[in-house]
């Protein structure tokens, strides 16, 4: 039973940093891919970035391309994501996913990864 828990959301003022956690346990990772999406009331969720488990390419949303950078640490099943320069337009709710043997150039639908967290709250405040 794979179980993803985030952690580290909060309240920050623009421009400040936070950066977010995703515990992941109940199975190896090898061969999964690591998403985070974001998702604002009223609208669809969207990708922000994601990283493969094994070799750790990553890719990113335009628009957080620059001040948002995803780790992982595989020894403790950790991914992370940095966002820096945070803006009031990424105030949502933040979800990690986890998908098996996705195929990479599909990295950005979520409807590829099967397993996913409860979501943090990042709140931008301008």
């Known amino acids: 039973q794979v179980q993803l828990v985030e952690s580290g959301g909060g309240l920050v003022q623009t421009g400040a940093s936070l950066r977010l956690s995703c515990a992941a346990s109940?199975?190896?990772?090898?061969?999964?891919?690591m998403g985070w999406f974001r998702q604002v009331p009223g609208k669809e969720r969207e990708f922000v970035a994601a990283i493969r488990w094994s070799g750790g390419s990553t890719r990113y949303a335009d628009s957080v391309k620059g001040r948002f950078t995803v780790s992982k640490d595989t020894a403790k099943k950790m991914v992370y994501l940095q966002m820096n320069s945070l803006k009031p337009e990424d105030t949502a709710v933040y979800y990690c996913?986890?998908?098996?043997?996705?195929?990479?150039?599909?990295?950005?639908?979520?409807?590829?990864?099967?397993?996913w967290g409860q979501g943090t709250q990042v709140t931008v405040s301008s």
């Open positions: 996913a986890a998908g098996a043997r996705l195929i990479w150039s599909t990295y950005d639908h979520e409807t590829r990864y099967e397993h």
């Open positions: 109940g199975r190896t990772f090898s061969d999964y891919t």
